[in-house]
């Protein structure tokens, strides 16, 4: 039973959906205290650690390629992307949010659709399928997402229209979007197939559909911590066991990602402390956003190139 769970570690996140779902439906709602207890928890512990190994990832690929892994180059790689993107945020905020939502379905759709070849159709049908994700746990949780949406464009009346529009045509847009996605991704199975892992999209499924009954961030977390960061801690450490000096377990992997999720947690702390003590009456939730994408963005990349060596 527990070599099971190590090796799918997954099991544990339905786990604990079904057990919170299940306390919703026989004691009644999860009180705020309670949701952020999970949240941070799962961000905490696999969120930020699965974004914090990212140099590990980078110093493998340098020395498959036979160079010199510099981490000082690489983390000034990283803050260019960041802060560009953060000046991108500044002056097109809502191209970049849209942005943001694009290279997350993308993010997203490689880690769900592992492995799948660069092709045309396999590429289009990964973008729809992490688009599906977040559309689903987005628009389910209408009444939650609204003001949030509305807090981070400023009200920008082109996104709120979109968006308002999407949430009255849930149910359309969700069936439509699902059977794009399936013919999608009969035509890229056809044109090139690719091994499917049926126990692993099965539960990818209860998942998605765990967060249904879940509030929106409980729900988000369940899937981005649950599904997706452990995805990618496994993706990670089979890279890294392919290497000269493997690393032996996924505890060991995690061990590694320590110092910069401190580093991480740090800097957030330290910026909510400059906010509170300069800004007390502002806004901060855009800023924590803008922060937060600005970060995945060069994340987002890393992880793309690991994928793509894969092939
Ligand atoms: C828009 C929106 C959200 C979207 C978050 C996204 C899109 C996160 C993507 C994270 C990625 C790609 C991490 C990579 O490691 C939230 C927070 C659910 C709250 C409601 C509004």
């Not at 090796?7 to 306390?23: D, E």
């Not at 997350?104 to 599906?132: I, K, M, N, Q, V």
Request: glycine share 8%.
């Amino acid at each position: 039973m527990s070599s099971y769970i190590r090796r799918t570690p997954t099991c544990l996140t339905i786990g604990a959906g079904l057990l919170v779902a299940g306390y919703q439906y026989w004691v009644g709602p999860l009180s705020l205290s309670a949701q952020l207890f999970f949240c941070i928890g799962l961000l905490a512990f696999v969120g930020i650690p699965h974004g914090a190994l990212d140099h590990l990832v980078e110093q493998e690929h340098s020395l498959r390629q036979a160079q010199r892994f510099s981490l000082t180059r690489f983390i000034i790689k990283y803050l260019f992307m960041i802060g560009a993107y953060g000046l991108g945020w500044m002056v097109f905020p809502v191209l970049s949010f849209i942005l943001f939502l694009l290279i997350s379905a993308w993010h997203f759709g490689e880690t769900d659709l592992e492995h799948a070849p660069e092709t045309g159709y396999w590429s289009l049908t990964r973008l729809l399928a992490g688009g599906f994700v977040l559309a689903f746990i987005l628009v389910n949780h209408a009444d939650e997402v609204t003001p949030v949406i509305a807090r981070i464009v400023k009200n920008d009346v082109f996104t709120m229209q979109v968006w308002n529009g999407a949430i009255s045509q849930r149910g359309p847009l969700l069936r439509g979007w699902a059977t794009l996605l399936g013919v999608l991704a009969m035509l890229a199975f056809g044109h090139q197939p690719i091994p499917v892992n049926g126990w692993r999209l099965g539960r990818l499924g209860v998942v998605i559909l765990l967060t249904y009954t879940l509030p929106l961030l409980p729900a988000f977390m369940l899937y981005f911590g649950g599904w997706h960061s452990l995805s990618s801690f496994g993706t990670i450490l089979s890279y890294l066991q392919r290497s000269a000096n493997p690393v032996q377990s996924i505890w060991k992997l995690w061990y590694q990602s320590v110092p910069l999720t401190l580093l991480a947690f740090g800097f957030l702390f330290a910026c909510s402390s400059i906010w509170n003590r300069y800004l007390p009456l502002g806004d901060p939730l855009p800023y924590l956003f803008i922060l937060l994408s600005t970060i995945t963005l060069p994340h987002i990349q890393v992880m793309h190139k690991l994928d793509r060596r894969y092939k």
